[in-house]
């Protein structure tokens, strides 16, 4: 069975980046689609950016421009690079998937393999 997990989480500044990443254990990402949730303290999971299968993406309005999802196959990893970021970007992020090979449009639904999550903390 697939296992995900996020890496790359961290203590970082407004206006500063990290990336995150997103492996899995017992099966490659390659063909699959994978997309980036977060959820901040109190509030509700929310979905942030995704990847299908034929690496079509999509971003959401709130980090648009700052936020890129990218994948690397020989890697068999998912990336999640974040730019400027800001205080209310603080969440823990997490990478998901359907596990529907040859998904050709990623979505933020119907997600049912996750990872633990990364915890980012932006801060001055």
């Known amino acids: 069975q697939a296992q995900l997990a996020e890496s790359g989480g961290g203590v970082v500044q407004p206006g500063g980046s990290l990336r995150l990443s997103c492996a899995a254990s017992?099966?490659?990402?390659?063909?699959?689609?994978i997309t980036w949730f977060r959820q901040a303290p109190g509030k509700e999971r929310e979905g942030v950016s995704c990847?299908?299968?034929?690496?079509?993406?999509d971003t959401v309005d709130s980090v648009k421009g700052r936020f890129t999802v990218s994948r690397d196959r020989s890697k068999g990893t998912v990336y999640l690079q974040m730019n400027s970021l800001k205080p209310e970007d603080t969440a823990v992020y997490y990478c998901?998937?359907?596990?529907?090979?040859?998904?050709?449009?990623?979505?933020?639904?119907?997600?049912?393999?996750w990872g633990k999550g990364t915890l980012v903390t932006v801060s001055s």
């Open positions: 017992g099966t490659t990402l390659d063909y699959y689609r």
């Open positions: 990847i299908s299968s034929t690496d079509r993406t």
């Open positions: 998901a998937t359907d596990l529907v090979p040859g998904a050709p449009f990623c979505s933020y639904v119907g997600m049912n393999y």
